[in-house]
Nanobody, 126 residues
Framework: QQRFVESGGGLVHSGGSLTLSCAASGFDLERLAVGWFRQAPGKDREIVSCIEGTDGKTYYVDSVKDRFVLSRDNVKNTLWLQMNNLNPEDTGVYYC???????????????????WGQGTQVTVSS
């Protein structure tokens, strides 16, 4: 079964850092774009970052730009999200999703592979 397993979340004080990982199981990430999404309490799920499979180009929404760094390791079939200078607005459940290419990073962003996993909880205290 194709799935992502997200991990690395936790509780951190404002200004702290976390690194999330997203391991792909049952499929190969090498040629796929992978996006990180998050869902804050009471809000819709939103895309925050994406990395292309073709050239490795990364994209970030303005709220995380210069604080988050997205990277990938195709040998390990794993995607990473290094999150620095966290603030309470970063709180939420973080998920991965893949597709052939990154979408525009807006509220209508869709990625297709695979089904949503359980995500990993990030909680940033003030």
């Amino acid at each position: 079964q194709q799935r992502f397993v997200e991990s690395g979340g936790g509780l951190v004080h404002s200004g702290g850092s976390l690194t999330l990982s997203c391991a792909a199981s049952g499929f190969d990430l090498e040629r796929l774009a992978v996006g990180w999404f998050r869902q804050a309490p009471g809000k819709d799920r939103e895309i925050v970052s994406c990395i292309e499979g073709t050239d490795g180009k990364t994209y970030y929404v303005d709220s995380v730009k210069d604080r988050f760094v997205l990277s990938r390791d195709n040998v390990k079939n794993t995607l990473w999200l290094q999150m620095n200078n966290l603030n309470p607005e970063d709180t939420g459940v973080y998920y991965c999703k893949a597709d052939h290419y990154c979408p525009r990073l807006d509220s209508g962003a869709i990625m297709r592979v695979p089904e949503w996993g359980q995500g990993t909880q990030v909680t940033v205290s003030s």
